[in-house]
């Protein structure tokens, strides 16, 4: 019996390598081919470097600031160096999406590594603030596309019933990589020069490079002809900058209520209201409507938002919390937060397998971050726990956010059309990091309010400082505040979660979400 005849530019090719296309809207349909899994680990095999070096230099940094600091004689401009990459891989996210939809994926991951390595080499090289501000920056516009890639690079080659157990495994890279973060760099600090940090992105960024340009070959790949929306993009991007501006100044470099944060937040609702005026009005937006418009892709975004954007706040606040209440040391305080880091993975992998053996898939992550949610509210009426229940109550934390990742992930794209997997992937991974930094503004806020001042990026010390003259149970009591934000944050991700549709996971990569055609015996 003759296969549903497709609609014409309904889906693009399907081929492997980057020869052969065909030209989208002839209604050409190929036959979809099933990887097998050692074709899957492979690709995953090729994906993994370039995301062990894009988790890695999110936090390598930040142990080697004060050495830095002290390289340059410039501590007022240190925490540019974390805030230039946060800034540009944030904003970045979705264009590498977008363009990863018309011009392929290997192709741009290949454009991210080699922006990486070049803002690399720049930062190591610099032979001033201004110049490794100005490389991190560089180096961020690189880095910011390596996981919406990788996450798009795993849906082209893995269907989505299946896709959730190869997510696990994905966010387990990551989650090493941040776990090694922290000690490499201060190692590297300790014991050889600052530099090396950015010297040694180079010749691994060569090897990913190698290893993403021979094993990527074997993705499929389902073109689509697209155009790209510069005014939107521009419009997003700036509307990013000033919000996240806002909130990594806020507190820190200028009070809350002061003009010059006032200014950036009209200025990021301005350019946002106009952001969205141009949406309405263009024919393929940056951020297409019907992404936007879709509600798996509201709801998993706002869960995947707030359960990430909690671990991130907990993993710059709970080392603090353990300096000023518990009389930790700055290494021992490192160590005890290792439980939210590791159990991140054991949480993926469970949700992962759930996603490939349960129809109502959703009910694990739901479970997990409900556990979460009510461990941290002991810590809330609780906040003097011995350590030990303290680190039982983070591992708790990083099995419920880390069991969100794949179940929203593999949702999302279930839910969009194939074609536009990688600007939801920016999409979702770019809300995600403006998420994390309002959750740290909201608990550094608390701080600065209790405590007098907050923990700028690299410059934490300042409130153990001024936190010697205020009692133990004071401490506490602000510390309390802080872990009911996270308690706040982790029930409006579960309440997103419940409501989000949890459809059918398809066991094809390209057939179209509920869109599927009738068999034809079923046809009128």
Known sequence: MAAPKQKAGEFASHRAGD???TTPGHGIHHAERKLGKREVIAIIGGLALAMFLGALNQTIVATALPTIGRAFDDFENLSWVVISYLLTSTVVAPLYGKLSDIYGRRGMMLVALGLFMAGSAAAAAAPSMLMLILGRGLQGIGGGGIVPLSQS????AVPPRERGYYQAYTGSIWIIAGSAGPVLGGVIAEHLHWSMIFWLNVPLGLAAAAMSSRLLKLVPVHERAHKIDLVGAGLMMAAAIALLLALTWGGTRYPWLSQQIALLLVAAAALTAAFIWWVLRVPEPFLPIAVLNNPVMRAGSLTTACSQGVSIGLTVFVPLYYELVHGLTASDSGLALIPIVVMTTPGSFLSGRAMLYMKHYKF??????????????????HPLMPVWGVAAITALVGIGTGSSYPTVTVSIQNAVAHQQIGVAMGAMNFFRALASAFVVAVMGAIMLAQVGTAPQRGAAPAVATVAQSITTADLSRTFSYIFAV????????IVALIVMEERPLRATVLAAPARETPPPAAAE
Do not use: M
């Open 19 to 21: 020869g052969g296309a």
């Open 153 to 156: 690079i795993i849906a082209d």
């Open 364 to 381: 694990v992550p739901i479970i997990f971050l409900s556990v979460a949610a009510a461990a941290v509210g002991v810590l809330v009426i």
């Open 486 to 493: 996270a308690v706040l944050f982790l029930v409006v991700g």
